[in-house]
């Protein structure tokens, strides 16, 4: 069966430190597509990146990275030196590729607060 | 359009009467979802059309949903005789094309259910 897991429900850091959401999912394709969506207080999913499983390489984009791990079926994310701006609730998401739907499998979230 | 859509933005409606959900996609997409985010419950896939059909509608939560979109274009979530426990945010998201492939997702801003 197919399942994204977030283990961490709130994380609270200091404005410039690092920190690190995790993210494990479960699927039995051997296509498929990861996904981290931001939903700021707002509350529109803002999408930051989409890797498919025939990409291991890491990903930085500016203070953000992300380590794909396919041993370990994770997919983690990292924000470099914080900001009060990244305070939102972060969602990972699988979509398998084989399945006709192509329906976002999503985590429960982890809300983010960074504190100035 | 440019984006997704949704309307309206907010919706109060008194337990029991019908309400209707609006989501435009962006024009070309031929694939469109409908998620529901309810409190502490994260983002729960309901249904999704490729075209105008609907081959999955398994997602719903109980009969007195349902949804249809026609012209390949506009969709519409009908929920009947609307209880407290469906008040939740109410999200469409589109794709080029489901399946085969990834296209990466447009999501709305959502429309707000709340049943009082």
């Known amino acids: 069966a197919q399942k994204v897991t977030q283990a961490q429900t709130e994380i609270s850091v200091v404005e410039k430190e690092d920190v690190t959401l995790d993210c494990v999912y479960e699927?039995?394709?051997?296509?498929?597509?990861l996904f981290w969506y931001k939903q700021p207080p707002s509350g529109e999913l803002v999408f930051l990146i989409r890797r498919n499983s025939f990409d291991e390489q890491n990903e930085i984009s500016g203070r953000y990275s992300w380590n794909f791990q396919k041993s370990t079926s994770s997919f983690n994310f990292t924000i470099t030196a914080s900001q009060v701006v990244d305070s939102a609730v972060y969602f990972c998401a699988l979509s398998e590729g084989r399945r006709s739907q192509g329906n976002l499998i999503f985590g429960k979230g982890t809300k983010l607060s960074v504190k100035p | 359009g440019a984006g997704v859509s949704q309307s309206p933005s907010n919706k109060v409606t008194e337990k029991g009467k019908d309400v209707e959900l609006r989501c435009d996609p962006i024009s070309g997409h031929t694939a469109l979802y409908w998620y529901r985010q309810s409190l502490g419950q994260g983002l729960e896939f309901l249904i999704y059309?490729?075209?105008?059909?609907?081959?999955?509608k398994s997602g719903l939560p109980s009969d007195r949903f349902s949804a249809e979109r026609t012209g390949g274009s506009v969709s519409t979530l009908t929920i009947q005789r609307t209880q407290q426990e469906d008040s939740a945010v109410y999200l469409c998201?589109?794709?080029?094309?489901?399946?085969?492939?990834?296209?990466?997702?447009?999501f709305g801003s959502g429309t707000r259910l709340t049943v009082v």
């Open positions: 699927t039995r394709d051997t296509t498929y597509y």
């Open positions: 059309f490729q075209g105008n059909s609907a081959p999955d």
């Open positions: 998201a589109s794709s080029l094309n489901a399946g085969q492939g990834n296209y990466g997702y447009t």
